[in-house]
């Protein structure tokens, strides 16, 4: 659900007002509706000072080991230092590039004395450098002309032409190059002095890393300032400049301690709590199962403040689908134990991410037991006795294929139920009209169909019963969907629903179809696997053993990695796409930031 909110305007003596800020801020409750102001060039220095700050910290946050953390340096010399050794690193690391390039050029000629070659033409003679094909290379030329071959790679041949005063003509295809003015060595020499330099960087980069906690702190002050000042211009000068008007929200469960706080100070104020349709600030309040799925529905986004917070109404679907895409016991137990381990020892901020993990990795495990598949084993074919008198409980493809249809055309028509509840909590009865008509003659329709079927009941379908719930229905579809608008323009608009709804629906259900696709994959990847591990393993008892432990691992881990992120998004896309379009969804709301200090990590 969205908490409640309450607006309130504040008004204070402009000598008092930068106290106030201070202390309101320190209480961190209040949401401040902020004027967009032009920065000045102090605000600028501060907010690139943040983001040179936020990029060293991105830059050598693995770099960082709690036990050998430090805050005694200055946090701006220390980020000097770090620029300064990163455009070093930056610059050594081109040079060690062009010296690489350099030194494959210069390879084929092999090592030799530059001050020789330079002597060899004080004497006179031309030293030429040529390169020519292995297959135009002529042999006999070379044997009759002062030419030495050097080398012959790649093929081509790398060779020497010396000549005086006249010149040698060459009969064949050549390409004429300058020799490096450095040897083989002295080049690798120049490499490895580089390489040396970048790792004394290293290290001292790995130093200053442990100084990241006194940046965070430079950086959160920053913070603080930056927004105090954007609170700050937010403010409405009123009685010549003499009384500051400031805006803000305020969730009523916090209420009381901005109340004891108004007091305490003796501030003046007004208050009223936010209409159904004002732009008040977004928080979700849900119970302990529902809480766990809001980082998803914040991925997309959330809603706004005069709609239903769909959370609680996608949460066990969301959890469903996860299972059905998986659909490995042997991954789900993986899961879930895997996230109780990390909960046990790791950080407190990632555990309410673990529970949503064991939630999901029990989901797998029952749609694991559910269609007999354990780490890629299908117990249906195993040859398993304890198992023979139920292997028929288990669903096979077909009935898989079945339930992912079933269970689409129900969050559809859920989604539809969240949709009327919705328009009537927005707009009032007259716009859920429409909406609750669609229910009425799909639900109506099915429940028509399934009487159809049972012989005892003799209930027709399309007989008078049905056609006057479907003539009921047609009628609230085709002429309250837009209440208050001309009757002829509600026809036409009904028409024009009645086609978006018929094909949408028929694409939204088939969409669900992914469920059961996304589920018979992972089998059969895991089933391959293990087929690879037993098949390709030699007869030799001990390797052959260790060579299939090896596949099983490597290869179950690639596919429960690629199943476990193909689960995640393919809910989401059914979420956000066909269930929030459904339910008639808005969004665009903008989340509760109330205005405190950041708190340095």
């Not at 927004?227 to 916090?254: C, H, N, R, Y």
């Not at 990390?342 to 559910?370: C, D, E, H, N």
């Not at 229910?439 to 007989?463: K, P, W």
């Not at 837009?482 to 009904?494: A, E, Q």
Request: proline share 3%.
């Amino acid at each position: 659900m969205i908490v409640p909110m309450i607006k309130y305007g504040f008004l204070v003596y402009h000598r008092d007002f930068d106290l106030f800020l201070a202390k309101l801020q320190e209480l961190g409750v209040v949401d401040i509706v902020k004027q967009t102001h032009t920065p000045t060039e102090q605000e600028k220095g501060m907010l690139s000072l943040v983001n040179r700050y936020t990029a060293a910290i991105n830059a050598l946050g693995s770099r960082f080991d709690s036990d050998k953390s430090s805050e005694s340096a200055d946090a701006e010399v220390i980020l000097n230092e770090i620029e300064e050794l990163q455009k070093e690193e930056e610059q050594l690391e081109i040079s060690i590039r062009k010296a690489q390039k350099d030194l494959a050029d210069a390879r084929p000629w092999g090592e030799f004395n530059p001050d020789t070659i330079s002597a060899i033409e004080a004497q006179g003679i031309v030293m030429r450098f040529l390169i020519a094909s292995e297959k135009g290379f002529d042999q006999e030329w070379a044997a009759e002309n002062p030419v030495e071959i050097i080398n012959s790679e790649a093929g081509n041949v790398y060779f020497v032409l010396m000549q005086q005063s006249e010149a040698i003509e060459v009969p064949f295809d050549v390409q004429e190059v300058k020799l490096p003015s450095f040897s083989f060595n002295q080049k690798e020499d120049e490499i490895n002095s580089f390489r040396d330099k970048l790792k004394s960087i290293d290290n001292r980069l790995t130093e200053l890393a442990q100084q990241i906690p006194a940046m965070q702190t430079a950086k959160d002050i920053l913070m603080n300032k930056l927004e105090f000042i954007a609170v700050q211009s937010s403010a409405d000068k009123q009685a010549e400049d003499t009384l500051m008007v400031l805006q803000g929200w305020i969730p009523v469960t916090k209420n009381n301690n901005l109340l004891e706080f108004l007091d305490k100070e003796n501030v003046a104020y007004v208050s009223e709590k936010a209409k159904l349709h004002d732009d008040a600030p977004i928080l979700l309040k849900n119970n302990k199962f529902a809480k766990l799925f809001e980082p998803i529905g914040n991925l997309f986004t959330s809603p706004i403040y005069s709609e239903l917070d769909l959370t609680p109404f996608f949460a066990p679907f969301f959890m469903m689908f996860f299972g059905f895409c998986l659909g490995d016991a042997g991954y789900g137990l993986i899961l879930l134990l895997g996230a109780t381990a990390y909960k046990l020892k790791g950080k407190a901020k990632m555990r309410p991410i673990m529970t949503l993990v064991q939630w999901l990795g029990l989901s797998t495990v029952i749609f694991g037991i559910l269609t007999g598949t354990i780490f890629g084993v299908n117990l249906v074919e195993a040859e398993i006795a304890f198992l023979e008198n139920v292997k028929g409980y288990f669903l096979d493809n077909d009935n898989l294929f079945m339930l992912a249809l079933a269970v689409g055309a129900l969050q559809i028509l859920f989604g539809m139920f969240v949709k009327a509840a919705n328009q009537v909590k927005m707009w009032g009865w007259a716009h859920a009209i429409s909406t609750i008509s669609w229910i009425v003659l799909l639900l109506g329709s099915a429940i028509f169909y399934g009487l159809s079927q049972l012989e005892e009941m003799n209930i027709e379908l399309m007989g008078t019963a049905h056609t006057a719930l479907m003539a009921i229905a047609g009628i609230g579809i085709l002429f309250f969907n837009t209440p208050g608008k001309n009757p002829f323009i509600n026809l036409g608009l009904g028409l024009w629903n009645i086609y978006n709804m018929v094909t949408g629906l028929f694409g939204d259900v088939l969409s669900y179809i992914r469920l059961f696709a996304l589920g018979l994959s992972s089998a059969i990847l895991g089933s391959v696997f293990n087929s690879l591990a037993f098949g390709l393993s030699p007869d030799i008892p001990i390797v052959g053993a260790i060579v299939t432990i090896l596949i099983l691992v490597i290869g179950h881990s690639i596919n429960l990695f690629m199943s476990a992120l193909g689960s995640l998004v393919h809910p989401m896309r059914l979420t956000f796409v066909e269930f929030y379009k459904n339910a008639g969804f808005t969004g665009g709301g903008k989340n509760y930031q109330p205005f405190k200090k950041q708190e340095a990590n």
